[in-house]
């Protein structure tokens, strides 16, 4: 699986910003799909996962309420709809693909895959 995430872009506290990440393969449908973050300096942080049918989400606490992870299986994507966006969100955006345990949804080790990020960046 190859993952290509894209969206990424300059934008105000308080905007919205929508992420998306294209996989190839006709698989997608059979792997969890994850979103994480790195900002500069810091280690890679768990944003949003959706399980294969996308009847299950998990998201972390900092962005819960603002962030709306969904997929559409007919077009191998996965979105990442960023709300109330604030400085701190600020991040290389990363998607990943995975088929271990939904257990381990919050966890890289989960992934086989990665996109290559995409930078979001939140004026104040």
């Known amino acids: 699986v190859q993952l290509q995430a894209f969206g990424g872009g300059l934008a105000q506290a308080g905007a919205s910003v929508r992420l998306s990440c294209a996989a190839s393969?006709?698989?997608?449908?059979?792997?969890?799909m994850g979103w994480f973050r790195q900002a500069p300096g810091k280690n890679r942080e768990f944003v949003a996962a959706i399980s294969q049918s996308g009847s299950m989400t998990s998201y972390a606490d900092i962005v819960k309420g603002r962030f709306t992870i969904a997929r559409d299986n007919a077009k191998n994507t996965v979105y990442l709809q960023m709300n109330s966006l604030k400085p701190e969100d600020t991040a290389a955006y990363y998607c990943?693909?995975?088929?271990?345990?939904?257990?381990?949804?919050?966890?890289?080790?989960?992934?086989?895959?990665w996109g290559q990020g995409t930078l979001v960046t939140v004026s104040s």
């Open positions: 990943a693909a995975g088929q271990q345990s939904w257990l381990l949804i919050t966890l890289s080790q989960h992934y086989d895959y």
């Open positions: 393969g006709r698989t997608f449908r059979s792997y969890d």
